[in-house]
């Protein structure tokens, strides 16, 4: 079973950027597609964007589609989340999963996930 500890979190100015790593245990990481998903207080876990395996194929949210890019280095055994341009609409907590199959914008299809790290962008 996959483990995944995220970190890079904390705090940012708008306009800002920053990283975000997802490392995982296990030898078989570089079969697991990813996620990244967040949750802001008060609302739902949103999807935010999705890498494939072992290749590197991705897909975005609109909402951070130009701004935010998936990258993966499979010798690593890491998922990176680099936020560009950040706004305070993207303050939350930052989740990565292993996609198990299904709709790659679906929580549902994700599992285990990291324990999340805080990203907060003020004014």
């Known amino acids: 079973q996959v483990q995944l500890v995220e970190s890079g979190g904390g705090l940012v100015q708008t306009g800002g950027s920053l990283r975000l790593s997802c490392a995982a245990s296990g030898r078989t990481f570089s079969s697991y597609a990813m996620g990244w998903f967040r949750q802001a207080p008060g609302k739902e876990r949103e999807w935010v964007g999705f890498?494939?395996?072992?290749?590197?194929?991705?897909a975005y949210a609109n909402s951070v589609k130009g701004r935010f890019t998936i990258s993966r280095d499979n010798a690593e055994n890491t998922v990176y989340l680099q936020m560009n341009s950040l706004v305070t609409g993207d303050t939350a907590v930052y989740y990565c999963?292993?996609?198990?199959?299904?709709?790659?914008?679906?929580?549902?299809?994700?599992?285990?996930w990291g324990q999340g790290t805080q990203v907060t962008v003020h004014s």
């Open positions: 999963a292993a996609h198990r199959g299904g709709a790659y914008f679906s929580p549902a299809a994700y599992n285990p």
């Open positions: 890498i494939s395996a072992p290749g590197g194929g991705t």
